[in-house]
């Protein structure tokens, strides 16, 4: 009876802390602030496959601007360093859209996909509505000379 106590009692315990890192580490990312929602998927279906793909691939994180550059972060994870990277130089702006079917399932509610090649990967960002207006905001605001195509 002791033992199944104290096997529970670590249990718990454990899951505490674990919850607790989530929380630290979400904060940490938020801390130095310009971070949003943004759910992605790397390597995405081209537009004439996107219905057939439904919603899979799509991996929910938080994003925050970093200078020229966008970092992306997992949320169900404990790595403190970003999953990926997006150069503002590297991004185009393929098209904007609502998701469909099985899309709308997987993503938050109100979110708007933007499909993007970055050096020749597709990649789909959705967001908010907002979180998308300060995203486009972000590549138009570009330094004089570097090339950038927000469609």
């Keep these: 009876m002791v033992l199944a106590l104290v096997l529970s009692g670590a249990v718990l315990a454990l899951v505490l802390l674990g919850l607790f890192a989530f929380g630290l580490r979400r904060r940490l990312i938020q801390r130095p602030g310009g971070t949003f929602d943004c759910s992605l998927r790397w390597n995405a279906p081209d537009a004439g496959e996107g219905a057939e793909a439904g919603g899979k691939g799509w991996v929910y994180g938080v994003s925050r601007y970093s200078g020229d550059r966008i970092e992306w972060f997992r949320v169900f994870s404990y790595a403190p360093r970003p999953r990926r990277l997006l150069e503002r130089e ?48 972000w590549l138009e605001a570009a330094p004089p000379g570097q090339r950038v195509n927000v469609a």
Excluded: N, Y
């Excluded at 991004?91 to 899309?103: A, H, N, S, T």
């Excluded at 399932?105 to 050096?119: E, P, T, W």
């Design 90 to 137: 590297a991004i185009e702006v393929l098209e904007r859209r609502r998701p469909e079917g099985d899309e709308e399932l997987a993503l938050l509610s109100d979110s708007v996909i933007l499909a993007c090649s970055h050096r020749g990967t597709r990649v789909e960002l959705a967001m908010s509505e907002d979180a998308l207006t300060g995203f486009l905001a």
